[in-house]
C-alpha cells in the first residue's frame, strides 16, 4: 500500500481495506485516485450525509429531488421553474483569495446552467477574520475582487449576500456562492448519462494539471503548509465560461431532444462528473484519457482524470445528433471532443489508448463510506447561556453606542462591496442590494423572485440548534420583508473537523436546527453543499450554516423596499419596543462589551410564522410602503438603517425604552420587522389585524426632519451616513 | 426604425438593448461578430460585456473581429453608431472615436447610478429637453476616459461631448465623476455626429420598474431625428 498516495488524497487505511474488499483486489494508483476523490468529503460527504434525512425535502412547488440534479428546482406557475443552489471555495480562498472566490463563482455558475437554466443572479455569503490584521485585509480584497473579477465578466448580476467579520475566521474566510437560473420546465435537462452507446463530450477548456486533489484539499484542516496547496487552486476564465452558458443554454432552450444528459465538472474533474453521470442513470462508462485535450505536456491517466481546470462540461447527446450537438458549440468557438461512450456494464473503465488503465464497479467510487460520529455537547454551553447581562452597566450614551454600531464591521453599509460588483446587468433587479433580500423581475411573467442568504454564526455557536433555526426564520424574513413568500431553501454547512466530537455536535444539532424551522415555515431544503475542516492551526470557525432562501413575489411591481416615504408612520412589530436584557443574547453590542459571544438564543418558530404571515397579509392589503427586517444592531439600527436610505430623519423621541436602554435599542430579539405605513387610516387597519393576530408591537414614530431621534437618542443623519458609508473604507485603510 | 445589436464572443448587454428598444417599438436583430453586412437606414449598436473577454486591453482584440469591417464602412457612410461601455471600448480602440478609456481611478469596478448631462450636437442628444438631467448608471472598470489636451479641447470646441457626469442637480464637478474621466466626460460623437460612444448603460434605464426611465430619452431622440 502506498501511504504517500493515501495521504494526498486524504484516504484512511481504513478506507483502503474497505476499497481492496469490494474490489477484491489491491488496486492500483489511479483506481485509489479515483475512488479517494469521491470519497473525500468534499464529494463523498461521509460525515455529514448521514444527518441529511433530517432534512424536509419535499413540498407541492419542487420538481427535483435533493441530490439527484445539481440543483434544486422549483415552480414557478405558468410553464416557469427556477433552480438554485450555493457551495462553498473556503479553502482554495484561504491560499489564492481571488482565483479561489472567482472559480467558487464559475462552479456554482455551472451547476444552474448545466441543468439547461439562463443564471439570473448571483450571491456571496462571506466571512473573514477582524480587518484590523493585514492577511485579512488581503484575504477580503481578493475575494471580493476575485466575485467581482468573475460574475462582472460572465454578465450575471451580483444581486445579494453578506459579509460578516470574526477572529475565528483569520486565515480560513468562508467563500459561499449561490445562484438562481429562470427557464422553461419543459427546458430542464438531467445530468445523467444514459443510453448505451451515447458518446460521451467533453467540451470547453482544455484539461491542465490545475486543481489535481482540490476535493482533498477541501476535505482536510489547513495547516502551516498549506502555501503548499497553491497549486490545488484552480484559475478561472470567465470569458470562455460566457461562451459555455450561452451554448448550454441554447442547447437546452432550443434543441433538448438532441441531448440525454449535461453534467459540469467541478471537484475531481472528469473523475466525479462522469461517474455521477452514470451512476444516476444506473450504466457504465468507458473514457479514453488519450482523447481528452490537454494544455500541458506527458500528462498521466492519473492527472488527465483528476484535474480540476474550470470551464469544463460534459454533454451526453444522442449518438444520432452528435454532430449538430459539436457544431452548435463550434459555433460558440468552443472546442467539443468525444472522449468516450456510455456502456451497459456498469463499469468505469479508464483507457489509455488500448490499455485498460482503471476498472472498476461504478457502486464503489459512488458508495463512500458513511461516519456517524460520537456528539459531545461543547461543556461551556452552560456557563455561556447563564452569563449575566445585569453586570455589564446599561447604556449612558445611546447616541455613541449607535454611532459605533453604524460603524463596526458587521453592521456598516456594504455599498462599498456591492458596487464593485454589476448587480444590474439582464434588466431584473427590481431590489437592489443593500436591503433585506433583492428582488428580480421575470420578462414575460408578473411573477417575480426574491433572493437572500443568511447566517447569524453568533448565535449558532451558543445553541447550534436554535442558531440554525434563527437563520432560516431571518433568511424567511428578509424575503418576507419585500412582500414575498419564502418558498425554499439551499444551504451550505460550514464547520469545523466533524471528527471531533464538539464539532459533530454543532453539525448533527444545526441539521435539526435547520430542519425544525425549514418545516414549520414551508421552506424545504432543495439543495446544499457541506464544508468540513474549516480549521487552522489556531482553531475552528464559528459553526456557519449559511441559508439561502429563494422566495416568490406575485406581482414583482409590488415589492417593497427598506426605504420609507416623508411622514411614514413606522411600527415595530413582532414585541414591544422596551425589552428585557436576555435580548442581548448574543447581539453584535454586547459581544463588543463583553469581548465574547455569550447569552441564550430564543426563537418561538410558531411566533416567527405568525408574524411573517401578518406582514404578507398586510402587504396583500396594500397597508405597507416599506419594510425592515430586525437582525444585526437590534431596532436602533435597523431604524438607522430604514432612514438612511431616504435622505430624512426619524421622529421618535417618544417610545418607552424600558428598564434597560441598551436592550430595547440594541438587543437582537427574533421574531420582529419594522413596519411603515402611509396613513392613521391604515394604521388603524394595522393595529387590529396585530391585536387579532396577538402579535406585540409598539408605534415608534414618525419618517420626517433631518434628525435621527429615537427615546433618548438625537443625532444628525449627517453623522450617522459618516458612520454607515464609511465604515468599511475606514477599517480597509485603517 | 431598426436596429442591428452585434455580439462578440463575451458580450452580455446584446439582450438589455434589445429588450430596451424593442420596448419601444425599434426593430432589433441581432447580428454576430462573423457577419458584417448591414442595412443602410440601420442604428448599430456596440453592446457592453467583456468582448473576447477584454483580455490584452478592454476593446483590442474586438476592433479586429470582421463585423468591424461592416461597422467602419457603415459610419463612414453616415449610419447611426452607438458603442455603450465595453462599445464605446471598441469604437476607441478602432480609431472611430479618439482617445481611450483606462482603469477607474479608483482601481476598482463601480456599478451604480450616475447623473449626466446631456451635449445638444448630435442625433442622440439633440431632442432631450436642455436643462435635463438623466438617471443611467455605469457598469465598468475601465471607464476613465482619457485624451491629451488638445483632442479635448477640439471635443469642446466642436460641441462633440454628448454626456458628462454630474450631481443629481447637473452640476458637473469633481465629486459627481464616478470614475476620474477627463472633464467629467461619458459620452462623445465622433466629428460627422453619428458615431456615439458612452459609458453608463442606458438600455438599464429603461423602465420604471428598474429605476429609471431616462435612457429611453436616448432612443427618442433619434427616434424623432429619423422619422
Redesign the interface.
Known amino acids: 500500500m502506498n501511504s504517500e498516495l493515501l495521504q494526498k488524497v486524504a484516504m484512511t487505511e481504513d478506507e483502503y481495506d474497505r476499497l481492496v474488499s469490494m474490489l477484491n483486489r489491491e488496486p492500483n494508483e489511479l483506481e485509489i485516485g479515483i475512488v479517494g476523490a469521491l470519497w473525500s468529503e468534499h464529494c463523498g460527504y461521509k460525515h455529514s450525509r448521514p444527518l441529511f434525512h433530517h432534512f424536509p425535502t419535499e413540498g407541492k412547488e419542487i420538481l427535483t429531488k435533493v441530490g439527484e440534479e445539481n440543483a434544486g428546482a422549483i415552480d414557478l406557475g405558468d410553464g416557469w421553474c427556477a433552480v438554485f443552489k450555493m457551495e462553498s471555495h473556503n479553502h482554495p480562498s484561504a491560499i489564492e483569495p481571488y482565483q479561489g472566490a472567482a472559480t467558487g463563482v464559475g462552479g456554482i455558475l455551472r451547476d444552474i446552467f448545466a441543468m439547461g437554466m439562463r443564471p439570473v443572479a448571483l450571491l456571496d455569503s462571506l466571512r473573514f477574520g477582524p480587518l484590523d490584521d493585514r492577511t485579512n485585509k488581503y484575504l477580503f480584497n481578493g475575494v471580493v475582487s476575485g466575485v467581482g473579477g468573475y460574475g462582472n465578466c460572465v454578465g450575471v448580476p451580483t444581486v445579494g449576500g453578506e459579509v460578516q467579520f470574526d477572529e475565528s475566521y483569520s486565515g480560513n474566510p468562508l467563500v459561499n456562492a449561490m445562484c438562481v437560473g429562470i427557464g422553461r420546465v419543459d427546458d430542464l435537462l438531467s445530468a445523467s448519462a444514459s443510453g448505451p452507446g451515447n458518446p460521451l463530450l467533453l467540451v470547453g477548456a482544455d484539461t491542465g494539471r490545475d486543481g489535481i486533489h482540490g476535493a482533498t484539499f477541501a476535505s482536510v484542516e489547513l495547516d502551516e503548509n498549506a502555501e503548499e496547496m497553491r497549486p490545488a487552486v484552480q484559475v478561472g476564465n470567465p470569458f470562455l465560461e460566457k461562451l459555455l452558458l450561452e451554448a448550454c443554454v441554447e442547447l437546452a432552450e432550443m434543441h433538448n431532444n438532441w441531448i440525454v444528459g449535461l453534467q459540469d465538472l467541478g471537484a475531481a474533474g472528469l473523475t466525479s462528473s462522469a461517474i455521477e453521470a452514470a451512476s444516476r442513470a444506473g450504466t457504465g462508462i468507458e473514457i479514453d484519457v488519450m482523447l481528452v485535450p490537454r494544455r500541458e505536456e506527458m500528462m498521466t491517466a492519473y492527472e488527465v482524470m483528476l484535474s480540476e481546470s474550470q470551464e469544463r462540461m460534459l454533454v451526453i447527446p444522442k449518438k444520432e445528433y452528435l454532430d449538430d450537438v459539436v457544431e452548435l458549440f463550434r459555433r460558440w468557438e468552443i472546442r467539443a471532443d468525444v472522449i468516450g461512450f456510455v456502456t451497459d456494464d456498469g463499469q468505469v473503465t479508464v483507457r489509455e489508448g488500448q490499455e485498460i488503465v482503471a476498472r472498476m464497479p461504478i457502486s464503489i467510487p459512488t458508495d463512500p463510506p458513511m461516519y456517524s460520529q460520537l456528539t459531545i455537547r461543547p461543556s461551556e454551553l452552560d456557563q455561556l447561556h447563564n452569563q449575566d447581562f445585569n453586570l455589564i452597566p446599561d447604556t449612558v450614551n445611546p447616541g455613541v453606542e449607535l454611532l459605533n454600531l453604524l460603524g463596526s464591521s458587521n453592521i456598516t453599509s456594504r455599498k462599498m462591496i456591492y458596487k464593485q460588483y454589476d448587480h444590474q446587468v439582464q434588466n431584473n433587479t427590481v431590489v437592489l442590494p443593500g436591503g433585506d433580500a433583492a428582488v428580480l423581475r421575470i420578462k414575460g411573467l408578473e411573477q417575480g423572485i426574491a433572493v437572500t442568504t443568511d447566517c447569524n454564526a453568533r448565535l449558532v455557536s451558543l445553541d447550534p440548534r436554535i442558531g440554525a433555526s434563527i437563520a432560516v426564520a431571518e433568511a424567511a424574513r428578509n424575503i418576507v420583508a419585500t412582500g414575498s413568500r419564502p418558498v425554499a431553501v439551499t444551504d451550505c454547512l460550514n464547520f469545523g473537523n466533524p471528527e471531533k466530537p464538539t464539532v459533530a455536535y454543532q453539525l448533527e444539532q444545526s441539521v435539526i436546527g435547520i430542519s425544525d424551522a425549514c418545516r414549520k415555515l414551508g421552506t424545504p431544503v432543495v439543495s446544499g453543499n457541506a464544508s468540513l475542516y474549516n480549521e487552522t492551526p489556531v482553531g475552528q470557525i464559528l459553526p456557519t450554516p449559511s441559508i439561502g432562501m429563494l422566495g416568490v413575489i406575485d406581482r414583482s411591481l409590488d415589492s417593497l423596499t427598506i426605504a420609507p416615504k416623508e411622514n411614514n408612520i413606522l411600527v415595530l412589530v413582532g414585541s414591544e419596543f422596551k425589552q428585557s436584557i436576555d435580548s442581548l443574547a448574543g447581539s453584535e453590542y454586547v459581544t463588543q462589551k463583553l469581548g465574547f459571544i455569550a447569552g441564550k438564543p430564543y426563537i418561538d418558530l410558531d411566533y416567527e410564522l405568525k408574524v411573517q404571515k401578518f406582514v404578507l397579509d398586510a402587504h396583500k392589503a396594500k397597508l405597507l410602503t416599506a419594510a425592515h427586517d430586525c437582525s444585526d444592531g437590534g431596532v436602533a439600527v435597523a431604524l438607522a438603517e430604514m432612514v438612511l436610505a431616504t435622505s430624512l430623519g426619524l421622529d421618535a423621541a417618544g417610545v418607552d425604552c424600558g428598564l434597560r436602554f441598551d436592550a430595547s435599542l440594541f438587543g437582537e430579539a427574533q421574531s420582529r420587522f419594522i413596519i411603515a405605513t402611509d396613513s392613521q387610516k391604515s394604521l388603524s387597519v394595522l393595529q387590529k389585524m396585530l391585536s387579532d393576530s396577538e402579535i406585540s408591537f409598539s408605534i415608534i414614530g414618525l419618517v420626517r426632519g433631518d434628525r435621527f431621534k429615537l427615546g433618548p437618542i438625537d443625532l444628525s443623519i449627517c453623522a450617522m451616513l459618516e458612520e454607515y458609508e464609511n465604515g468599511l473604507h475606514k477599517l480597509l485603510d485603517a | 426604425m431598426k436596429a442591428a445589436v452585434v455580439v462578440f ?2 458580450t ?2 446584446d ?2 438593448c434589445s ?2 428598444l424593442q420596448k419601444i417599438g425599434i426593430d432589433v436583430r441581432k447580428i454576430w461578430h462573423r457577419e458584417s453586412s448591414f442595412e443602410k437606414n440601420e442604428l448599430i449598436v456596440l453592446p ?3 468582448s ?4 490584452l486591453r478592454c476593446g483590442s482584440i474586438a476592433q479586429f473581429s470582421p463585423v468591424m469591417q461592416g461597422v467602419r464602412s457603415h459610419a463612414e457612410n453616415g449610419g447611426l453608431v452607438i458603442g455603450i461601455c465595453n462599445g464605446f471600448q471598441i469604437l476607441c480602440e478602432s480609431g472611430l472615436l479618439p482617445g481611450a478609456l483606462i482603469r477607474n481611478q479608483s482601481l ?5 447610478d450616475t447623473y449626466l448631462v446631456p451635449g445638444s450636437n448630435s442625433p442622440f442628444t439633440k431632442n432631450i429637453g436642455t436643462g435635463q438631467v438623466l438617471q443611467i ?1 455605469i ?1 465598468h ?1 475601465e471607464g476613465n476616459y482619457y485624451a491629451d489636451k488638445q483632442t479635448l479641447d477640439l471635443l469642446e470646441d466642436q460641441d462633440r461631448v454628448a454626456f458628462r457626469y454630474s450631481s443629481v442637480m447637473g452640476e458637473v464637478n469633481k465629486s459627481s465623476n464616478p470614475n476620474g474621466s477627463s472633464r467629467n466626460i461619458a459620452g462623445i460623437v465622433n466629428e460627422k455626429g453619428n458615431v456615439l460612444g458612452m459609458m453608463p ?1 442606458p ?2 434605464a ?2 420604471g ?3 429609471s426611465e431616462d435612457g429611453n430619452q436616448i432612443w427618442l431622440s433619434i427616434l424623432e431625428e429619423y422619422l
Open positions: 464572443p463575451g452580455w448587454s439582450g438589455d429588450w430596451a457592453g460585456g467583456f473576447y473577454g477584454d483580455y476598482q469596478f463601480r456599478c451604480e448608471p457598469s472598470g448603460h438600455e438599464r429603461c423602465e420598474l428598474l429605476g
